[in-house]
Nanobody, 119 residues
């Protein structure tokens, strides 16, 4: 399974960005889809989670501003509105899923996409 994240960039405070994460490979049952971020000098933190049933959860710092979603082609999105300088980080998509023929789920990660928010 391969995850390809894109959509990062340099924006001003208050602007919006939409990150995408395209999945390919032998995808079986998806357990959960997540976006994480890691700011320079900080630990990676969970930003948002989406379950196949549609349940979403968000970190308190982004609730009300970010929206996680996916389309029918299993592309995962993170719509980020009202961006703040503290949102500056590398953003990573993650899917916890069963690949075809395996009896247990595994974590798969995309490469980070950089988001920089200037004040």
């Amino acid at each position: 399974v391969q995850l390809q994240a894109s959509g990062g960039g340099l924006v001003q405070s208050g602007w919006s960005l939409r990150l995408s994460c395209a999945a390919s490979g032998s995808i079986g049952v998806i357990v959960a889809m997540r976006w994480y971020r890691q700011a320079p000098g900080k630990e990676r933190e969970l930003v948002a989670t989406l379950t196949p049933g549609g349940t979403t959860t968000y970190a308190g710092s982004v609730k009300g501003r970010f929206t996680i979603s996916r389309d029918v082609k299993n592309t995962l999105y993170l719509q980020m509105n009202s961006l703040k300088p503290e949102d500056t980080a590398d953003y990573y998509c993650n899917e916890y899923l069963y690949t075809m023929g395996t009896p247990y789920p595994e974590d798969f990660w995309g490469k980070g996409t950089q988001v920089t928010v200037s004040s």
